[in-house]
Each structure stands twice: as structure tokens, then as C-alpha cells.
């Protein structure tokens, strides 16, 4: 076997709490797989399971509830996450994304106020930027927020939001000032758990993979906000919060194609050593080989890349358009790769009783959420 790759910026304390999350997700999560595809949602117990272990909010001040570190250590706990093939808990969104909002744009009352049951798994988030009518154009939206007193009125459809059944807050994208385009949007945290007047979810989106997360349309009829929840010291911050943040984003999407290819290598080496054809095992045949050669070959070179970045953006320095190509890169390099394995898993890969199925089904929406991967290649372009 090639010598396993070492991560640069990994310590021992990353070890450590890879087999917290190993052990939490194999032992805790995994067995309730079938109940929670069929559901089409996360139980909330293991939101609050995670919150007890100290798996939530890895990055988010020890103050306010967290664990006190890094980036490092949100990508540990989302790379076990893939490794054991769990996909019902949002929590690339939960703690990937909604904390690092928080953190970055909340007042201190608003830290103290939310990022605890964050961190707990008492409240579950999400982040609402896409809308029925299109989601890469995030300047052109069309969900409004009118200030009335001391609130305001959103209005508006949000569609493909992760964690949208379950979320209890919401940072919803919205137009304050509908005149302008950028400069027009801001950024409010809609506390909806109980699903208050004026705010309705919709449907459980039926999808060809990750059928476990709950994937949620989310309509606001006049929801009242209070001013208070606005991200930012004024209006009309949105867009560049929105952009500062992307990069993590799409950082936390690299580290699930990366971790998934390297299970799939993994699960695929292994049957191709126990399954015969010809009289022989299929590693033992050259076509078998030289295709799993070329897996692994992209696999440790999207591994390094993907290190790189986490350690670029640990320092501060992961800039918009190398995290723009490590989503494209990486997202498709997982689609490919998971691919070519399925097909040497024959008939038995087409079925969901072997992992490499529901693998293939649920790279499919790494190209597209998180800014499509032709997206990417524009802002790629934009910076040379």
C-alpha cells in the first residue's frame, strides 16, 4: 500500500477527536440509517447527542459554549462524518457555516444569545440565500425586509435549504433596499423554531441523494423580525459577509469530496480483493488495477490540495479564487472517482446494500450547492 498521507496542520489533539466522532457516528447515529432515509430528516436527539460530546461549534470561542479552535477541527469532525458514511446531520451547515457567521458578524449580545444552543444542539441552523427563482445570482434577489418600527418584515421564498425542517434559526439573505443590487443586501437571523406567524416550511424536497438531511422550502409571509437581529452594524452589509464567508463555505465542500473519495478507493480496494471474476480476483486484473491506480493517484493529489487550502485558511490567507478551485476541482474529482468505482463494483453498485451506491447519489449536489462549479470556474477566471 502507499505510505498514508500525513496532513501538515494535523495534531495530536485532531486524533483525539476523530475517534470521538468516529465512535459517535458509528455508534450512535449509523445504526438509525434506514429510519432516518426513510424520514428524510436528522433526529433532533443527535443534534443534542453531538452538543453533549463537544462535536458542535469545534471553532466558536470557548465562551460562548465551543470548543475553542479552528477550521482544523471542523474539518476533522466533517471528514469522520464521510468516512463512516453518515449523511443525515446538516453539520457542515450547522457548525461549518451558521457559527462562523455568528462569530464573525454578532454583536457580543447576539453571540451570548445564540451560539450556546448552537453549540448544544439545543437550537439546529441554517442559511437561506437561494430562492425559487434562482440561486448563483445572489445580487438579483427578490426576498425583501422592511423596517417597521423596531422590526422587520421579511417577505419572500427561500428553496434547497439544508436543515431547513428542522432549523431554529435562519440567516436569511434579504433586499432592505430594494433599489440597489449588492449594496441592497443584508443579512437577519430569523428565529423560527415553533414556526412563528408569518413563517411557513415547506416541503421535504424529494432528492436522488443525501435523502437523509432535510432539504426545505421556507416561505416568510410578513415574518416579524426584531432590528436587533440584523448581522452587521448597518444595512446593506450582506453581500460582502455573504463573500467573505463563501471561501469557508466552499472549503467545507472540498473536505467532504476529498474525505468521500478516500472511502471510496478504500471500499473499493477491499471488494476487489474479495471478489473473483475469471477465475481470479479482480485485482488481479490489469483494467482493475489501472483504474483504481488512477482513483488513488487523484485522491492523493486532491488531498494534498485540499490541505493546502485548510492550511491557508487556518492562517487567514485562503483567497476567493483558490477556494473557488478547490470546490470545483474537488467536487468533480469526487464525482469521477466515485463513479469509476461503482462501475467495478458491477450489478452490486447499482444497489443501496452496498455504500458505493448511495455514495454516487449523493456526490451529484456537491457540483451544484455552495455557487455551481461553473460559477467557480468564472471567479477562477475573474482572477487571472
Known amino acids: ?79 469522520e462524518q464521510a468516512y463512516a458514511g453518515e ?26 444569545r445564540w451560539l450556546p444552543g448552537l453549540c448544544s444542539g439545543e437550537l439546529v441552523g441554517a442559511i437561506a440565500m437561494t430562492e425559487p427563482d434562482g440561486g448563483s445570482d445572489l445580487q438579483a434577489l427578490r426576498t ?84 436587533a437581529n440584523l448581522l452587521g452594524d448597518a444595512e446593506g452589509l450582506g453581500f460582502v459577509q455573504l463573500m ?18 478516500e472511502r471510496a478507493v478504500e471500499l473499493t480496494v477491499a471488494y476487489a480483493k474479495e471478489r473473483s471474476a475469471f477465475g481470479k480476483p479482480l485485482l488481479g486484473h490489469q483494467n482493475t488495477r489501472m483504474v483504481l491506480a488512477e482513483c488513488a493517484t487523484r485522491t492523493r493529489a486532491s488531498r494534498v490540495f485540499l490541505d493546502d487550502c485548510i492550511s491557508r485558511h487556518a492562517r487567514g490567507e485562503l483567497d476567493v479564487a483558490t477556494a473557488a478551485m478547490a470546490k470545483y476541482w474537488l467536487t468533480d474529482g469526487q464525482c469521477e472517482v466515485v463513479d469509476r468505482c461503482l462501475q467495478l463494483f458491477g450489478g452490486y453498485g447499482y444497489t443501496t446494500e452496498y455504500p458505493i451506491a448511495r455514495m454516487y447519489a449523493d456526490a451529484r449536489a456537491q457540483k451544484i450547492y455552495g455557487g455551481t462549479n461553473e460559477i467557480m470556474k468564472e471567479l477562477i477566471a475573474r482572477a487571472l
Open 87 to 112: 449523511a443525515s446531520l446538516g453539520l457542515a451547515v450547522h457548525s461549518g457555516i451558521v457559527t462562523g457567521y455568528l462569530v464573525a458578524y454578532g454583536s457580543e449580545e447576539q453571540k451570548r
Open 244 to 261: 467573505q464567508q463563501l471561501p469557508q463555505e466552499r472549503l467545507v465542500i472540498g473536505v467532504g469530496a476529498v474525505a468521500a473519495m
Open 1 to 79: 500500500m502507499p505510505t498514508p498521507h500525513l496532513s501538515p496542520w494535523r495534531k495530536p489533539e485532531h486524533d483525539d477527536l476523530a475517534d470521538l466522532a468516529r465512535a459517535f457516528f458509528t455508534r450512535e447515529v449509523l445504526p438509525h440509517t434506514e429510519r432516518l432515509l426513510a424520514q428524510g430528516h436528522p433526529d433532533r436527539e443527535h443534534y443534542r447527542r453531538a452538543g453533549e460530546l463537544g462535536l458542535l461549534g469545534l471553532s466558536v470561542p470557548e465562551q460562548y459554549g465551543g470548543g475553542g479552535g479552528d477550521f482544523t477541527h471542523e474539518a476533522v469532525l466533517l471528514q
Open 144 to 227: 425583501r425586509a422592511v423596517r417597521d418600527g423596531d422590526d422587520y418584515l421579511v417577505t419572500g421564498a427561500k428553496t434547497f435549504i439544508s436543515n431547513g425542517g428542522l432549523a431554529d434559526l435562519v440567516i436569511v439573505a434579504a433586499k432592505t433596499d430594494p433599489e440597489q443590487r449588492a449594496a441592497g443586501i443584508s443579512l437577519l437571523v430569523c428565529e423560527v423554531g415553533g414556526d412563528p406567524e408569518g413563517f411557513r416550511r415547506g416541503r421535504l424536497l424529494a432528492k436522488i441523494g443525501l435523502t437523509g438531511n432535510d432539504t426545505a422550502e421556507l416561505f416568510f409571509d410578513g415574518l416579524r423580525v426584531p432590528a
